[in-house]
């Protein structure tokens, strides 16, 4: 299995600031991948998918970035509703994976 | 809109069987297909199986495949989970999502991408 690891566990920022998350695949999953948000006690809500594409209704300060191995979620103004936790997915290879998690919480 | 309701959830011990429930609703549910997927403070999230829009396909990841099985029935909108054999591991809160890609007879029926899921229900395995 496609293993997908995320940096850092845990970011503390300020409403406003810029937030970059990483996901590094454990082999490349070409353009196949997407982010998730997660609040507590909601299930994920699908964010971006192909690595770039953002889903029905996402704002656009949530953009994506990468390819093969290494990917980005950055979300370029922190809002207060945007203090979850943010998971990466892979489709490339079967089965598909999530990475563990980043928390993005306020600082 | 896109409403997932599962269903179904409990308590039961180990080598129980349990069946959950996904009530689907605002979408037209024979052209897509279904997921559920999994998740424990532990492992986190995990992808358990598929259903194609039609039913002619299903798949399991390796940890259930033999366990569990995935149905639906169109008549009622719903998706079932059918679990088996249970074990301590199966511990979890499920989630029952949908696949974007509108499914088609000349196959590439599904992403593999989840955009809209349920709430969840809770099955813990214990003795």
């Known amino acids: 299995d496609i293993v997908l690891t995320q940096s850092p566990a845990t970011l503390s920022l300020s409403p406003g600031e810029r937030a970059t998350l990483s996901c590094r695949a454990s082999q490349s999953v070409s353009s196949y991948l997407a982010w998730y948000q997660q609040k507590p006690g909601q299930a994920p809500r699908l964010l971006i998918y192909?690595?770039?594409s953002r889903a029905s209704g996402i704002p656009a300060r949530f953009s994506g970035s990468g390819s093969g191995t290494d990917f980005t979620l950055t979300i370029s103004s922190l809002e207060a509703e945007d203090f979850a936790v943010y998971y990466c997915q892979q489709r490339s290879n079967w089965p598909p994976t999530f990475g563990p998690g980043t928390k993005v919480d306020i600082k | 809109q896109v409403q997932l309701v599962e269903s179904g959830g409990g308590v039961v011990q180990p080598g129980g069987s349990l069946r959950l429930s996904c009530a689907a609703s605002g979408f037209t549910f024979t052209t897509y297909g279904m997921h559920w997927v999994r998740q424990t403070p532990g492992k986190g999230l995990e992808w358990v199986a598929i259903i194609s829009y039609d039913g002619s396909h299903k798949y399991y990841s390796d940890s259930v495949r033999g366990r569990f099985t995935i149905s639906r029935d169109t008549s009622k909108n719903t998706l079932y989970l059918q679990m088996n054999s249970l074990r301590t591991e199966d511990t979890a809160l499920y989630y029952c999502?949908?696949?974007?890609?509108?499914?088609?007879?000349?196959?590439?029926?599904?992403?593999?991408?989840?955009?809209?899921w349920g709430q969840g229900t809770l099955v813990t395995v214990s003795a």
């Open positions: 192909d690595v770039s």
């Open positions: 999502t949908k696949d974007p890609r509108v499914g088609r007879p000349s196959g590439n029926y599904a992403t593999y991408y989840f955009d809209y």
